[in-house]
């Protein structure tokens, strides 16, 4: 079945001047029933936490099993889909990428902006930490409530925010402490892994990212391999693949365009590695996921 895709931005009801809303899944589900179910691409960062019941979410094109202590971090510019189970309930919290760091924002502040991008995808809470975070989120969405001076709201309301987003790295760095120590291999991938982030469309072969950190490729796919179950090539295409279902589906760009970008020579160069990634032409996805 298709599924449109649309951007959707951080637009509150004309009434609500705040940015950043808190609501749970059961009153969206009763402002928006349809649009629920639809797949939406977000200009805004969300939080989504599951308190009742399961669900599988799609978080670009991946799907994720959800259970009460489930919860999404998704950054802007991804896609999101809450699936199409209704007997669940849970958390939203939606802010706009500025909302963390203030306009006289101070070191601390920026640390809280970066903090949110090393959090995992989807974490999973205990039952303790779940009732933490719920009742932290719970009183967030009752302070959106108070009659006072916008600015002062907003100072409150970050700070909250903040404090969230502490207590959940806290929470992530106290489970990384608990396993054994990082190894050497684990090191190489996250050096890896940050590379190919920044020159996954300049960069498609593996020699380049080894010459670039000092590691033979023997020794950068073993670390791979080991970190992923993976070989580096595969890990490099799948990256890109991934980049390119999102320009297919979130912009109007030609595949020309596309393959341009991706650092791809010849267009039929680049359908060629689509439809071995993604079993189908581009145009196919394209039509597939938005209809059109």
């Known amino acids: 079945m298709n599924a449109d895709i649309q951007r959707l931005g951080y637009r509150p009801q004309a009434s609500y001047q705040l940015d950043v809303e808190v609501f749970s899944v059961s009153d969206l589900r009763y402002r928006a029933k349809e649009q629920l179910r639809l797949t939406h691409r977000y200009e805004f960062h969300t939080l989504v936490c599951v308190t009742q019941g399961k669900c599988t979410q799609m978080v670009d094109f991946k799907s994720v099993s959800c259970a009460p202590g489930s919860l999404l971090v998704l950054r802007a510019g991804q896609a999101h889909n809450y699936g199409r189970d209704e007997e669940w309930d849970g958390w939203n919290v939606l802010f706009r990428p500025e909302f963390v760091v203030p306009v006289a924002a101070t070191s601390h502040d920026l640390k809280r902006a970066r903090d949110l991008e090393r959090l995992p995808e989807h974490m999973v809470l205990s039952g303790q930490e779940l009732r933490k975070v719920t ?18 709201v907003h100072a409150l309301l970050r700070h909250q925010l903040h404090t969230l987003l502490a207590r959940l790295i806290i929470l992530q760095g106290s489970r990384q402490a608990r396993e ?46 080991a970190s992923m179950g993976m070989s580096a090539k595969v890990f490099i295409a799948t990256r890109i693949a991934l980049e390119a279902k999102r320009l297919l589906v979130h912009t109007d760009l030609s595949v020309v365009t596309i393959a341009e970008k991706l650092g791809f020579d010849e267009p039929t160069n680049f359908s060629k590695f689509f439809k071995r990634e993604a079993e189908c032409t581009p145009m196919e996805f394209r039509r597939r996921q938005t209809g059109f």
């Open 135 to 152: 009742d932290l989120l719970e009183q967030m969405r009752e302070d959106t409530l108070i009659d006072a001076p916008q600015a002062d």
């Open 180 to 225: 054994p120590l990082v190894s050497a291999a684990s090191q190489r991938f996250k050096r890896f892994h940050q590379l190919v982030e920044e020159r996954f469309a300049q960069w498609h072969q593996v020699a380049d990212y080894a010459s670039e950190l000092g590691y033979t490729e023997k020794t950068l796919a073993r670390a791979v391999l």
